[in-house]
């Protein structure tokens, strides 16, 4: 993520718009994708060994 925001701050600074618009809405459809993931993971419950065994 850090090296796409620095790519769409010099596509933005050279006014290309045709690359930074469509990289920003890829930035922010990454980050959204992320913050839900982050907020509804549930990890499995590591399995208890039997003992005796």
Do not use: D, K, N, S
Request: net charge positive.
């Amino acid at each position: 993520m850090l090296v796409l925001v620095g790519g769409q701050q010099a596509l933005g600074h050279a006014r290309i718009l045709a690359g930074h618009i469509p990289l920003g809405m890829a930035i922010f459809g990454t980050a959204a994708a992320l913050t839900c993931w982050a907020f509804t993971y549930q990890p499995r419950p590591r399995p208890v060994p039997e003992e005796g065994r």
